[in-house]
Nanobody, 128 residues
Framework: QVQLVESGGGSVQAGGSLRLSCAAS??????MGWFRQAPGKEREGVAT???????TYTDSVKGRFTISKDNAKNTLYLQMNNLIPEDTAMYYC????????????????????????WGKGTLVTISS
């Protein structure tokens, strides 16, 4: 059974940084990703990383966010820099299968496709 527990959320001013962590257990060889859902909006994919380290980012975070993982610690990270108020959301960690290694969104072409396991989320609030 895969378990995902997020941490690192908080409130910061625009221009600041946060690093989210996702402690994972019970998995191996999965596609891992970060998703977010702002109030009144649909959940969107932020970034994914496949077992080989190939990454995909949504356009709005490219150049500001970095997804990474520490296999020894079974931990997924999301380094978020130059945060803007539009980044305010609940952030979720997720894990799922890989369709094509090196492909966009773990080869699924869609960030949520193939994601089978979800954490409960950590809240990020950015003030202007």
């Amino acid at each position: 059974q895969v378990q995902l527990v997020e941490s690192g959320g908080g409130s910061v001013q625009a221009g600041g940084s946060l690093r989210l962590s996702c402690a994972a257990s019970g998995y191996s060889g999965y596609c891992m990703g970060w998703f977010r859902q702002a109030p009144g909006k649909e959940r969107e994919g932020v970034a994914t990383i496949d077992p080989n380290g190939s990454t995909t980012y949504t356009d709005s975070v490219k150049g500001r966010f970095t997804i990474s993982k520490d296999n020894a610690k079974n931990t997924l990270y999301l380094q978020m820099n130059n945060l803007i108020p539009e980044d305010t959301a609940m952030y979720y960690c997720a894990a799922g299968g890989v369709a094509i290694y090196g492909g966009s969104w773990c080869g699924h072409g869609d960030p949520t496709a193939g994601m089978n396991y979800w954490g409960k989320g950590t809240l990020v609030t950015i003030s202007s």
